[in-house]
Every structure is written in C-alpha cells, then in structure tokens.
C-alpha cells in the first residue's frame, strides 16, 4: 500500500510518515488529533472533501465533514477511506491518513508534511520533532520515517515492512515489536557506538536520528554510519532495497526477519467485520 505523496517544487517539505497496524479510525482520535496538532500550533485550516478532484473548504465550518470522512467510508462497497487537511498559514503543510476499512492490508497510513524552512530553525525543528513523537504516542505505529519528502521520493519505495526494514533516512521511528527482535541490549548501544540520537518512547519503542539537524544530514555521506548501524542491528532484518553495491550485495537473495507486530488482533477482528457485513449485501 503506497501513499501519494504531492509536494510544491517551489518550496520544499519535510515530512512524518507512520505505517500503523492498530486501527485510529475512531472519534476518540479523531478528537485527540485535533488536540495534538492545536497544542503545538499545527492546526490545519482547510479539509479536502472532494471524492474525485480537490475541493478545499474551511475544517472549523466542517467538522462533522471531518469527523465524517475519518469515522466512515462512502458506502459499505467502499475498501478505504482517505482524509486530506491542508495548513495555509505558516508554516503551511498538509495531513493525510488512508485507512483500509476491510482489515486486509496490513498497515494504515498517517502522513503529516511542514515547509522545510520552519524545521531549518533549531526552535521549528525541536517543535516538529515533539509533534511527531505525539503524534507516535497517538498512533502506536510500528515504524515512521522523517526526513524532506524529496529524500523520501528517492528512498526505497514501497516501504514493505512484512518483507524487512527499508533503509534508514534522517529520523526513524521504531515500535516496541523493533525493540523486541533488536534486541534491547543492541538498542541501547547504538547510542554509545554510534554518533547518533536515540530517544526511548513511551511505549517503549525509540525514535533515531542520524544527524543532529536536517540540514546536517543533507551535507554529510551516512552511507558509512548507515551500513554499521544496519550491520550492528542485524543485516537480516533489512530489505535488499536500494542500497550501496556491497551491502546490496550481502542483502541479496535472502529472506529479511520481521517481528510480530502489534494489534493484529484488532485488524483481524476488521477484516471479520467487513466480511459479515459483505455477507448482508
């Protein structure tokens, strides 16, 4: 499942992207995500409620619009549902989810993007990055990427978490499942064998960032630091992917570890929910 990610080329974005197994479709965070995003000045202005073609109205004079199109597909025929809010005051961005309303794929997806130049300044970037970590403890999703949409663009793509991990960009997002396969011991010291920034999260996953700044990671080769902390974490939980020729080389014709991912209990209990109600039609 692959999210369409639209950017202006006049100006660029940096953007938080989760893939979530644990369905959020439900007013209790609809509601906090609208919490969230006030609390640290991210509110959007403007909700998408076009089936074919954007049409843009104002969110504040539509929320049942939102609550709407976040809580219930068109009609029963429909296999997913999709939101798209826009910010139009700075910094200006953009939030879309997609959520697959059989229960059949395995992954939700939660995307939010700003103008890079809010996340440039040491106070924008700080704020982003907690906005995106409560965005995390929102969803409990079980891997997210940060870093410019462009990055993002030429990065592996589709992200296939149930065939390995992709490639790691500016920051990461690893739910507690990571820990779990990792190894916690593994974990912790890829803050002591590495200059990197790693952050416990409250469920006990960890948020890794590669560079201190955005603009620090796009002037420096991690090509070294990404093929030792990926040798350090294990080899075979990576994708073959798009990678350098040595390390493409040793991820070749093998088959990648994943871990058991959370709350698939509750996507089963989806895909149950959408046959039965197939079986009424």
């Known amino acids: 499942m692959r999210q369409r990610i639209d950017c202006d080329s006049s100006s660029r974005s940096v953007a938080v992207h989760f893939w979530v197994v644990k369905p959020f479709d439900n007013v209790g965070v609809a509601r906090s995500l609208m919490d969230v995003l006030s609390s640290f000045g991210f509110s959007h202005d403007e909700i ?66 700003c103008e890079t130049r809010f996340v440039e300044n040491p106070e924008g970037q700080d704020a982003f990055i907690r906005l995106c970590i409560a965005l995390y403890d929102l969803l409990h999703p079980a891997f997210g990427q940060v870093d410019e949409i462009l990055t993002m663009a030429k ?40 200059p990197v920034y790693l952050e416990w999260l409250s469920d006990d996953g960890f948020f890794l960032r590669l560079a201190p700044t955005l603009r620090e990671a796009r002037s420096t080769n991690l090509d070294q630091l990404l093929e030792g902390i990926k040798t350090h974490l294990g080899l075979e939980c990576f994708s073959s992917g798009r990678q350098g020729a040595e390390l493409g080389a040793r991820l070749e014709s093998r088959k990648a570890r994943v871990p058991s991912f959370r709350f698939l209990e509750a996507r089963k209990s989806r895909l149950a929910g959408h046959m039965n109600e197939g079986d009424r039609h």
């Open 48 to 113: 998408d409620l076009g089936w074919e073609r954007n049409h843009f109205v104002p969110l504040p004079e539509h929320e049942q619009d939102f609550l709407s199109k976040w809580l219930h597909q068109r009609d029963e025929r429909d296999i997913g549902k999709h939101l798209l809010l826009r910010r139009t005051s700075w910094p200006r961005g953009t939030l879309r989810a997609t959520v697959d309303a059989t229960g059949v794929l395995p992954f939700d997806l939660f995307y939010l993007d």
């Open 155 to 194: 990065a592996e793509s589709p992200v296939k978490l149930r065939a390995g991990l992709p490639g790691l960009l500016w920051g990461t997002f690893f739910g507690p499942e990571y820990v779990g396969m990792f190894g916690e011991k593994r974990v912790r010291e890829l803050a002591t064998s590495f």
